[in-house]
């Protein structure tokens, strides 16, 4: 798996995806666009294309009660320095994380976000709270849950926001 900052990567045709300052979805590129990425195969010499798509993430963590302001400043920072994030809601004692990740499979994209938490929680100075809760759609499910009025909300409005 390869992952790059939002634009880094190649749109099929070559082209660089158009970015907006604060718009995690456009940076990661459109919702309904599939992207290629490129490796060269070990031993053969010849390129492989593997084919990469985008998951919905949806992290819930929770755990001890915070001071509201502490866990609001934490994730704004968790959102500075990932701007993958789309929205996040955040209450005392718990909050959820909702972002689109671009994986080869599902396996990678869950991997990643279990990741996320922790690897971060000194840098943002998260609070000391534990994943309870996972979900990992692919971008068809995603739409479809939505077509049909039940699934998550489209993450709008964009950042952090109080439950």
Known sequence: MRRGRPGALPRAGGTPPATAAGSSAQARGAVGETRA???????????????????????????????????RRALEQLAHDHPF?????????????????????????????????????????????????????????????IAEGYGPLPATPVGVHPF
């Open 85 to 145: 994030l789309l929205t996040s809601r955040y209450a005392r004692d718990h909050a959820e994380i909702r972002y689109w990740e671009e994986a080869r499979d599902l396996h990678d994209a869950a991997a990643v976000a279990l990741r996320l938490w922790g690897e971060h929680r000194s840098t943002a100075r998260l609070p000391p709270w534990e994943i309870v809760g996972l979900e990992v759609i692919d971008r068809e499910t995603y739409h479809q849950r």
């Open 37 to 71: 990425l490129t490796s060269v195969a070990g031993g053969g010499g010849g390129d492989a294309v593997e084919v990469s798509r985008l998951w919905h993430i949806t992290l819930s963590v929770s755990g001890a009660e915070a001071p509201l302001a502490e866990v």
